[in-house]
């Protein structure tokens, strides 16, 4: 509980400086605690001394969340518990809510993705640079598809694919192994692993598609979990799979390369799974592009068990429901 009192010394917090009150006060903030119905943060910092009582239990909560989330998510939650001068939360959040993945311009690539770049139109893969540093940003290169991964919600932002006719005919002989596994080159802390899944009632989701690995190297890069989002299973068996099997008709009809961007969106409350905390995305994308004819189009799909495949989006409302412009610079019809 938090409740002020009256004539009482200064909180040995308050002898902290402005960053101690608001790690105190956003404690308080992210706990849910109530100071006083309709007080201001400020007024609280600047006027009423506030003793804060909190039972153990949820002090260790505290504490496993912070390890869990890391220092940005315990500076993130400073900040807005000194920004805020509204009225106090009364629930406990699962985390802050997600920042928006890219700015509505980002920059062209330099040295991300340097050993895959063939995996982008015209070789030009996009930049780190602009994204939110909360999202913690890594770029993967897989044999046959580039990985922009999330250490924060320990999943894919964005895998990007290039499919033409010679590689989804390899792929036709190529055996599905089935042999998920943690991916290796990711920090222990930001990675999902097996654990994770087991038993969240979700599919360990492909975004780029085991049936399009040219490769046993490829077949293999697909199933890190790098690759996988927490994915409704009834979305992945019914409309996700129809989605990638009408890519590969396409693309083995046309006349040179296909990129295919597959992505996930975190929008409303977030939800986890696991002890490690891997984020179940509210929807999932795919944009493909030609680069023959230049025609791109999208669907963007709720991840839930009654999705269903609609109209494909142009790119232009792609990019509005998305904020992805991942095909900036290019020419697109």
Known sequence: MVRSKKNKAVAPW?????????????????????LTPGATLTERLSGIPVEIDIPAPVVGAWVRHVQRHGPDWLQQLT???????????????AS???????PAQPARASDHFAACRDQFPAQQPLSLEHL??????????????????????????????????????????????????PDPRLPGPQRA??????????????????????TPAAMHDSFALSNM????????????????????????????DVFVYTGALYEGPPLTIGTNGVHVPSHLFKLVYDATTHRAWAHVLPNSADAQLGRPLDYPSFVQRTRWPVLAGLPVR
Do not use: M
């Not at 919600?153 to 190529?174: C, D, I, S, Y």
């Open 14 to 34: 308050r002898r902290w400086g402005g960053f101690g009150s608001g790690v105190v006060l956003g404690l308080a903030v992210g706990l849910g605690l109530v």
């Open 79 to 93: 900040d807005w518990g000194l920004e805020q001068g509204a009225k106090l939360p009364t629930s406990v959040p």
């Open 96 to 102: 802050l809510p997600l920042p928006s993945p890219v």
């Open 132 to 181: 939110d540093r909360q999202w913690s940003a890594h770029a993967l290169c897989a044999d046959a598809f580039a990985v922009l991964y999330s250490g924060r919600t320990k999943t894919p932002l964005l895998v990007v694919e290039r499919l033409n006719r010679t590689r989804l005919q390899q792929a036709q002989g190529q055996e599905r192994t089935d042999q998920f596994y």
């Open 193 to 214: 692993e097996l654990a994770d899944y087991r038993g969240s009632g979700f599919d360990r989701g492909h975004l780029a598609a085991a049936a399009n690995q040219p």
């Open 229 to 256: 989002v927490p994915q409704d299973p009834t979305h992945n068996r019914q409309p996700w799979a129809k989605l990638e099997g009408d890519i590969r008709k396409y693309a083995l009809r046309a006349s040179g």
